[in-house]
């Protein structure tokens, strides 16, 4: 994700019908329809069994799947009998943003729009005479929730089975005026219920529900998410501003849009950034609503998603940051992540060719609730919090750290350790010896059999391989999956016992999910090698698939692709094609609902043209994107159908 508002956003399972791919679990035990009505033949493996056939990159011999989402992929399992199967898969959306769609209560609300803090819409006045409300054209974190008990169905006008999901939109690109709206509104979250046909797995919107946000002051800029083993939906907030420096205008606006009324930019009680860069946690109920719980004792830092371990208590996260850390939270309590320790990890290079290789060691930053971090950021002011300087000082005590790029020379407040911990976690982690130079370490999954955490490094460069961190490796600019092997028996720097058997301890990157950069874009304008992954972003692991699948946030793929990769054989395969312009976001597998295997797939901001990138197809393809997506406002959420039931 881009960190900046004047850049450009790019910086299988048993799918029947809806957005979600639907593949085999164990074993797959009865006859399914398909997406298309037809039937296939039940199949009986193992785990791993099933491969993806992958898909060529669309180019303008085709032009039209350039600008959609493109599935020309299939999937290969074992029928009855020993009897090799292939199923087709193709892309389903539940709707594009920007529609109207079946709201509680017998009314219609607007899919992926905007609501201030009191939940009145937020409509663009850009345009004399084209008032209209707000409504994002990126849809980004989505979880798709196990079964929850004591639904009404007919309430819901559910016939089939009751399945709910949690979709969050991160921001919108422009008003109607067409200037630039990056993180100037507050981010919109939505509980959607499906009515789930138990022949097919296919999956129908029945309902859409707005959650509140005042609760937690609002959400900003809300990413990558991921379902928590107690089945609720894990947020994220991207981008913490410097609350040491003028707050940015897209900050201001926020605040302003928030709260409906632009002197609250100057209330300091309203516009206070110390609230924001957080985990949202977002519990659905069974009348397919949903409420949103704030957590504040998992660090300040830009949040990109969070995942939690097999023991329900060891959180990884990524920090989307391009002088980003590694961060581990491990509760005191299994499914509650209202109290725990915050770790930041320094790495030790063990190889710097390619990607590279290190080890982990890790430093403990602070135990903390999260109640009483919200109080601090209520209450305190940066420089109650520490003194940061921009010039070595005179005075003794100071510190020079890194601070997204910057030499800063800082000092603690006395008394003050716990609040510079949790609200200047970046700056705290620095003073700790944490390792602050990895470059935008987006989606983070765990393979729990194997304990194996995986990473998605979007771009390797600037401080990972100019000298200036504690990383020193060679690249690609196209990035890298790295691999984490997770193990229990640590101490943290002080000595003491880190109380987890899920911690990081070694990082390399992994051979098949490393990007190449070319020297000279190809004849479509590519900048990396189509048929590699590039600047991953998005990445979920399925148990029993034994499949890792990437999406891609790239600025040097002409069209961004998504890509399975089975962790047992190591091949790599192109699954679908963003359209041009176009982010995957969204990603996620759940190995069984009722049954069916899903994986959800959006994507966000199509036709966002960059030069030279699109130089070559943005005239072939900019009226079809514009065609496609309401002249690029709109985006989809949806999912890959067509794979056979799982049981």
Request: hydrophobic share 35%.
């Amino acid at each position: 994700m881009s960190e900046n508002a004047t850049l450009t956003r790019r910086s299988v399972v048993k799918m029947l019908g809806a957005a979600s791919v639907a593949l085999p679990i164990a074993r797959l035990a009865h006859a399914s329809g398909m997406a298309n009505g037809s039937a296939h033949e039940a199949a009986s493996g193992k785990p791993g069994s099933l491969r993806f056939k992958g898909m060529k990159a669309p180019d303008l011999q085709d032009p039209k799947a350039m600008a959609r989402v493109s599935v020309g992929s299939r999937l290969g399992y074992q029928g009855t009998g020993g009897t090799d199967k292939v199923s087709d898969l193709s892309y389903h959306a539940f709707f594009k943003t920007g529609d109207e769609v079946p709201g509680p209560d017998g009314s219609t609300v607007v899919a992926g729009g905007y609501y201030d803090i009191e939940g009145k819409p937020i409509m663009d006045l850009s345009v004399e005479g084209e008032k209209r409300q707000f409504f994002s054209d990126c849809p980004d974190g989505m979880a798709l929730l196990q079964p929850i008990d004591g639904v009404d169905k007919e309430a819901l006008g559910v016939k089939g089975n009751p399945v709910f999901a949690v979709v969050q939109f991160e921001y919108t690109s422009r008003n109607l005026a067409k200037n630039d709206m990056y993180g100037h509104l507050p981010s919109p979250i939505a509980v959607l219920t499906f009515d789930q046909d138990p022949d097919t797995g296919h999956l129908k919107l029945v309902r859409y529900a707005n959650v509140p946000t005042a609760s937690s002051h609002g959400l900003w800029i809300t990413c990558g998410a991921s379902r928590s083993p107690w089945n609720t939906h894990l947020s994220s907030e991207e981008y913490p501003s410097d609350a040491f420096a003028p707050y940015p205008e897209r900050f201001r606006a926020f605040i302003a849009n928030l709260y409906g009324d632009r002197d609250a930019i100057d209330d300091p009680e309203k516009a206070n950034p110390y609230l924001y860069n957080h985990i949202p946690e977002v519990t659905v109920n069974a009348d397919g609503t949903g409420s949103i719980k704030k957590h504040y004792c998992l660090g300040r830092i830009s949040h990109e998603l969070v995942q939690v371990c097999p023991d329900e208590r060891t959180v990884l996260m990524g920090d989307d940051h391009t002088n980003g850390g590694a961060f581990v939270f491990v509760a005191d309590r299994p499914r509650d992540l209202s109290s725990g320790t915050l770790y930041a990890a320094h790495w030790e290079q063990v190889s710097g060719k390619g990607p590279g290789k290190g080890k982990l060691s890790w430093n403990r930053l602070g135990h903390a609730m999260s109640d009483e971090i919200e109080h601090l950021a209520k209450t305190l002011k940066a420089t109650d919090i520490m003194d940061v300087m921009v010039k070595e000082p005179a005075e003794e005590g100071f510190t020079k750290i890194v601070y997204a790029g910057n030499e800063n020379w800082v000092r603690v407040k006395p008394g003050m350790e716990k609040a510079a911990a949790f609200l200047e976690t970046h700056r705290f982690a620095a003073l700790r010896g944490a390792s602050l130079g990895f470059t935008k370490w987006e989606g983070t999954t765990v393979n729990g059999a194997d304990k194996v955490a995986y990473v998605a490094m979007s771009y390797i460069q600037g401080p990972m391989v100019d000298g200036t961190s504690d990383i020193h490796v060679e690249g690609p600019k196209a990035g890298a999956v790295y691999a984490l092997k997770l193990e229990g028996g640590q101490h943290d720097a002080f000595g003491d016992p880190i109380d987890s058997e899920w911690m990081p301890v070694t990082m390399e990157g992994v051979e098949a999910l490393t990007g190449k950069d070319l020297d000279e874009a190809d004849d479509l304008g590519n900048l990396a090698d189509p048929d590699r992954v590039a600047n991953p972003d998005n990445i979920k692991y399925s148990e029993d698939m034994r499949t890792l699948f990437v999406s891609e946030d790239s600025g040097l793929h002409v069209n961004n692709f998504m890509w399975a990769y089975n962790v047992d054989d190591r091949s790599c395969t192109r699954v679908l094609s963003a359209p041009s312009g176009a982010e995957s976001t969204g990603l996620q597998s759940v190995d069984n609902i009722n049954g069916w295997t899903y994986i959800m797939s959006n994507f966000q901001h199509p036709g966002d043209w960059e030069s030279p990138l699109h130089d070559k197809v943005k005239d072939t393809l900019e009226p079809l994107i514009d065609q496609n997506y309401k002249n690029r406002y709109a985006a989809e959420v949806g999912y890959i159908a067509g794979m056979p039931a799982a049981r």
